[in-house]
């Protein structure tokens, strides 16, 4: 854990400079807009320890699986979000001297991430080897207003020399990713342009054949006055460069504005990328970088309108919760239903930036609850229109008649995933995709998705989970041999509680959805019937036996769910037993300990009790908490929110604070020594829904929302948001009890702590 970040309710403040934090730093303070972001990276030169990283939604590689061995069904490849051409490049040579921090001593060093406003800002003075003295600020931001512009404005001052300069704003597109398998690099030269304010290239990814353009325009600004200086552009194979002559003396200080667009062949044409990447870098220019900083800060005035959550009396908490937020919103924005959401968003590249059932699990609820239902809808839509990719998928593991295995990592719905005990064995990802379709219809009372999309999909789903079960003789039911559950410190085990759990749930949702489609909309289920040879009396007769006899693994003298078969044979140590040397276990176990042991990565039983809470009692959850929490080490960022949550419910409320703050900042702390490959984007959900779910209570019940709510007591009070079913609230908790008020939308009645509430418009109601 590290506490190098100041504490503030609205910014991330770095003072002075740590070179070993750097990379850390480029992952917290990355920027994005849903269609593309970058690392915090230095747009001068710097040779220190850095990971250079710009991203474009939708633009992938597949790179060729790298294994000792090969099985039938093994991915071809695995697919890597991109390291895209670096548009932030401001070279700086100083009478033949580059500016270089890792050369430099660094002096009165500050990193500010606006988070209200979205925007980087950093400065500092740096002392050159030859003694000069400069001082830098650099400002950017990747508009949320207009998705395809990004601006810099970087100013450089002189402090006591008189020297000649050059300062070379460049694109780079010569880039390559750090976890390349082959050291290859993935991008092709189409063309590179440039003059003496513009430039531009165009690269195209090999195999998959993506085209971007990346254009700049700049202007150049001697103490407030616009210059022409002696501009000589260069270029090369996928760069482009214009390099500015001039001279600056002591106190002068010279001012870049860099306008950047990235296009890409994902949304328009190949032969008219360079056009519309002319335009729309003239056109920011035009409107000058005052104006789009104002048009990109009341874009995300909106954005933090209906979804911020204000917590009073806590900085610590405050500023993590709004982090999170922050990096969700910037991530993904629901306009393009071909885009998800990777685990790393736009600031790293680990995992290779894919689709995970992380969305489905921990991401959709934040977006129901504070986007446009059409932003959820177009996730869920997402994955239906993969579904014959997972039945591909499913039929090269040997599955048949129209059964579907989602992948576990994807692009385009092809499973990519380079490890055999997730490809093969986490099969329970199936079980999160049809539990996010119950989950958006109970939240928005859509029953149309069920048949426009849903019950399609869940009966691919059902009919893998039926082939995937085989009967037992000695135990009389259904077992599922051979997987892993949502814990990855375990692999290759039987009867994991969770995955037979969900199979179960998800064949009766399966034949709820039958009979509602075919209540509702019979010519609709005919269609569907006949399109994919669904034989209802057959199949749903082998699923209700399937149901009737699934085999749960329990213990009868501790009364819980056991995570698998066996479990209770391990040595069991609880956590607070390790030393803290050994911490975290996956950097300094083997794979061998790690699997004899009993430590659990994050919530696996715990899981399954929190997706359907409703099937237990109290009691119940509290016996399965108390015994499992203990084990589990938390290296998954998935986690602890899922651990908050329950908590909570069960009245634990120092566990449920404890584990809040630990989801909120576990990238600001970098809990799990692990920041510096990206943040956690997927799980910062989890942070959103610790809070509104944890110490909020909200569920639904009945068809009915319900809260719950309970106060910290480190904190003074708190208040968030929620829009449900064209309806927007506002919830406020403090010491003198509970606010609602229905800020839109139609009267509502809700529950808050059993007692039954109509809400009318702006009538603020104490609970």
Not at 117 to 127: D, I, Q, Y
Not at 247 to 265: C, L, M, P
């Amino acid at each position: 854990m590290k506490d190098y970040l100041k504490k503030d309710e609205w910014k991330i403040i770095e003072e002075g400079f740590n070179p070993s934090f750097n990379r850390i730093s480029e992952s917290i303070f990355s920027l994005g807009n849903g269609r593309f972001g970058q690392r915090a990276n230095f747009e001068e030169t710097y040779s220190g320890d850095t990971l250079q990283g710009h991203y474009l939604a939708g633009i992938y590689y597949p790179d060729k699986t790298r294994v000792g061995w090969w099985k039938n069904g093994y991915p071809e490849y695995f697919a890597k979000v991109l390291n895209a051409p670096n548009w932030t490049g401001i070279r700086f040579d100083i009478d033949g001297e580059v500016f270089d921090l890792s050369k430099c001593e660094v002096n009165d060093f500050k990193r500010i991430l606006d988070m209200k406003n979205g925007v980087l800002e950093r400065s500092c003075e740096a002392k050159l080897k030859s003694g000069r003295i400069v001082k830098i600020h650099s400002k950017r931001f990747c508009s949320i207003a207009n998705d395809n512009i990004a601006c810099i404005r970087y100013s450089f001052k002189a402090v006591n020399f008189a020297d000649p300069i050059q300062i070379t704003p460049y694109i780079d597109g010569d880039v390559m990713n750090e976890d390349t398998n082959y050291d290859e690099k993935f991008w092709e030269p189409i063309s590179e342009t440039a003059d003496e304010h513009q430039a531009f290239i165009i690269t195209e990814t090999k195999k998959t054949a993506f085209q971007v353009c990346t254009g700049m325009q700049i202007l150049i600004e001697k103490n407030g006055d616009q210059i022409d200086a002696d501009n000589k552009s260069f270029t090369k194979d996928k760069y482009a460069e214009i390099a500015i002559n001039t001279r600056i003396k002591d106190d002068q200080e010279i001012v870049v504005y860099k306008y950047v667009a990235n296009i890409t062949s994902e949304n328009h044409p190949k032969n008219e990328l360079q056009t519309i990447c002319k335009k729309e870098v003239e056109a920011a220019a035009a409107n000058g970088f005052n104006q789009l900083l104002a048009d990109h800060q009341n874009a995300w005035a909106k954005k933090w309108e209906e979804s911020d959550i204000i917590i009073e009396g806590d900085v610590a908490a405050q500023q993590g919760i709004r982090f999170n937020i922050f990096q969700l919103n910037q991530t993904y924005t629901g306009e393009d239903e071909r885009l998800n959401i990777g685990p790393k968003g736009f600031t790293g590249e680990k995992y290779g930036g894919s689709t995970y059932w992380d969305t489905e699990a921990y991401c959709i609820p934040f977006y129901l609850s504070t986007a446009d239902q059409r932003v959820a809808r177009n996730l869920l839509v997402y994955r239906y229109k993969h579904l014959q990719k997972a039945i591909e998928n499913a039929t090269k593991l040997g599955f048949k008649d129209g059964a579907a295995l989602y992948p576990m990592v994807t692009m385009n719905g092809e499973e990519c995933h380079n490890e055999w005990e997730i490809t093969f064995e986490e099969i329970h990802r199936n079980g999160a995709i049809a539990y996010a379709v119950f989950d958006y219809i109970r939240y928005t009372n859509d029953e149309n998705y069920l048949t426009e999309y849903g019950l399609e999909l869940l009966i691919g789903i059902a009919r893998f989970w039926s082939q995937r079960v085989h009967f037992s003789n000695p135990k009389q039911k259904y077992v599922i041999h051979g997987v892993t559950g949502p814990n990855e410190y375990e692999n290759n085990v039987n009867n994991n509680w969770y995955t037979n759990f969900v199979a179960v749930w998800c064949l009766k949702y399966t034949m709820y959805a039958i009979n509602y489609v075919k209540s509702n909309a019979p010519a609709k289920f005919e269609s569907i019937s006949e399109k994919i040879k669904f034989y209802e009396v057959t199949e749903t007769k082998v699923w209700k036996d399937i149901v009737e006899k699934m085999y749960f693994p329990v213990d009868t003298e501790k009364q819980i769910f056991l995570q698998q078969e066996n479990f209770l044979d391990k040595e069991i140590i609880q956590v607070k037993d390790l030393p803290n040397e050994d911490r975290p276990i996956h950097q300094k176990w083997s794979w061998d300990r790690i699997l004899r042991s009993c430590f659990i990565k994050q919530a696996d039983v715990l899981q399954g009790i929190y997706f359907f809470e409703d099937a237990f009692d109290v009691e119940t959850i509290q016996r399965n908490f108390r015994f499992y929490e203990p084990l589990t080490v938390h290296e998954s960022s998935l986690s602890p929110c899922v651990h908050a949550i329950l908590a909570a419910k069960i009245g634990d409320y120092d566990k449920a604070y404890e584990m809040y703050l630990r989801t909120a900042r576990l990238d600001l702390d970098d809990y799990n020594n692990d920041t510096e490959d990206g943040c956690h984007i997927t799980s910062m959900a989890g942070t959103w829904m610790a809070v509104v779910k944890g110490f909020g209570g909200m569920r639904i019940e009945n068809d009915m929302l319900c809260f719950t709510p309970y106060l910290p007591s480190k904190w003074k009070g708190y208040s968030f948001k929620i829009r449900f079913r064209n309806r927007l609230l506002h919830i406020q908790v403090n010491q003198s009890g509970t606010s609602i008020r229905k800020v839109a939308g139609d009267e509502l009645t809700i529950k808050v702590k059993d007692k039954d509430i109509r809400l009318v418009r702006d009538q603020s109601i104490q609970c």
